[in-house]
T-cell receptor, first 112, second 114 residues
Framework: RKEVEQDPGPFNVPEGATVAFNCTYS??????FFWYRQDCRKEPKLLMS???SGNEDGRFTAQLNRASQYISLLIRDSKLSDSATYLC?????????????FGKGTRLSVIA | NAGVTQTPKFRILKIGQSMTLQCTQD?????MYWYRQDPGMGLKLIYY???????DKGEVPNGYNVSRSTTEDFPLRLELAAPSQTSVYFC?????????????FGPGTRLLVL
């Protein structure tokens, strides 16, 4: 099983739609979780951290299910500017000094 | 703070040439990383460093070398460029081993080997 798995997409949704991305991780000892956003031909940038109780930042909601080792990102009222690749990132405490593991990303295209 | 800076932004190399990709961070971060990202693919870790004078191999180190003589700089060296090294190279840094700390990426260097 891969350390961090995501559906690669692409997800093609109309403006205003709600879209959800899922991510599973294999290491039950993982402690920190993040969603990054990567625009085409740009570097990944932190979108939001994911907290145990779930957290919201505007139109974005992140959820964590430790029992199922599952993370989700919900985007409400999608905008054209949300088109990007969304990377699920997990820390891996058993990997010594390289604790962050990046998923391959899920591509989102928001269509007018 | 400028954050993580990388030079050059773009480079074309001939097979067998060598070059150094520069990476500098001004956040006093201990941890630094080099990744490559092939078109449509995820990030692959090449090398990383947990502090000045300390480096270690990542997932795909072959064909590359690194050094970390200062906290700020983490250059990546390609000795004999091959077409398989055509990729986008990202440098990243992180404060330390605290699990809640995230990584900051530079803007990337696009390398084309012909």
């Amino acid at each position: 099983r891969k350390e961090v798995e995501q559906d690669p997409g692409p997800f093609n949704v109309p403006e205003g739609a709600t879209v959800a991305f899922n991510c599973t991780y294999s290491n039950s000892a993982s402690q920190s979780f993040f969603w990054y956003r990567q625009d085409c031909r740009k570097e990944p940038k932190l979108l939001m951290s994911v907290y145990s109780s779930g957290n919201e930042d505007g139109r974005f909601t992140a959820q964590l299910n430790r029992a199922s080792q599952y993370i989700s990102l919900l985007i409400r009222d999608s905008k054209l500017s949300d088109s990007a690749t969304y990377l699920c990132v997990v820390n891996n405490p058993t990997s010594g000094n390289t604790p962050l593991v990046f998923g391959k990303g899920t591509r989102l295209s928001v269509i007018a | 703070n400028a954050g993580v800076t990388q030079t050059p932004k773009f480079r074309i190399l001939k097979i067998g040439q060598s070059m150094t990709l520069q990476c500098t961070q001004d956040m006093n971060h201990n941890y630094m990383y080099w990744y490559r990202q092939d078109p449509g693919m995820g990030l692959k870790l090449i090398y990383y460093s947990v502090g000045a004078g300390i480096t270690d191999k990542g997932e795909v180190p072959n064909g590359y070398n690194v050094s970390r003589s200062t906290t700020e700089d983490f250059p990546l060296r390609l000795e004999l460029a091959a077409p398989s090294q055509t990729s986008v190279y990202f440098c990243a840094s992180r404060p330390g081993q605290d699990s809640v700390e995230t990584q900051y990426f530079g803007p990337g260097t696009r390398l084309l080997v012909l």
